[in-house]
């Protein structure tokens, strides 16, 4: 497991211009994930916008800027590469405007729990977006890119863990006792 994790680490320091490798043109798969990717992105984005409108915490707002300057950077990075292989991208809903979180009724607003969970269920999708863009991709390139969208997604998500576990906001399932175990 060591020698894998080496031989990628070593593939990403020195990056995908040293491969050699001919450009192939992508195939139609990699093509739907790149696509996809960028589409889920863009809602992550929104869904963060929503969030930092709703919230007045500071560590859920600072969260949530992290969060939309990853999801911003990726989709900046995938965007220009799929323009230089010609996809065309994918349209994606609107930014939204700022308001004041005071002026939303207590009802309407996501708490602040709600959105570190609702921000892991994007993180999470991202993740097995970013997996599956991985294990589809035949070109270096792109294989390597999205080891590097997934490597940030894990990064984010450690330190998104952490706050949740801080402040009370991450949902643990019932523990599991077998049956016959000794207590």
């Known amino acids: ?80 590469f799929m323009k230089k292989e010609g996809i065309p991208l994918p349209e994606v809903t609107a930014p939204k405007p700022n308001s004041e979180p005071n002026a939303i009724p207590l009802g309407v607003k996501f708490t602040d729990d709600e959105i570190a969970n609702g921000v892991t269920l994007k993180l999470t999708n991202a993740m097995m977006l970013s997996s599956k863009g991985q294990v589809d991709a035949i070109r270096s390139d ?15 998500g450690t330190t998104l863990k952490s706050l949740m576990l801080k402040r009370g906001w991450l949902k643990v399932p019932p523990y599991y006792y077998p049956p016959g175990q000794p207590s």
């Open 142 to 156: 792109l294989g390597i890119m999205w080891v590097k969208f997934h490597l940030e997604m894990v990064t984010f």
């Open 1 to 80: 497991m060591a020698n894998s994790l080496e031989a990628i680490w070593n593939v990403l320091a020195k990056g995908v211009d040293n491969l050699n490798e001919p450009k192939s043109p992508l195939h139609i798969g990699e093509v739907m994930d790149c696509w996809t990717y960028v589409t889920a992105l863009g809602e992550f984005i929104r869904y963060e916008e929503i969030c930092l409108n709703t919230t007045t915490d500071s560590e859920c707002r600072e969260m949530l800027v992290g969060a939309i300057k990853m999801c911003e950077n990726q989709s900046a990075r995938l965007s220009e």
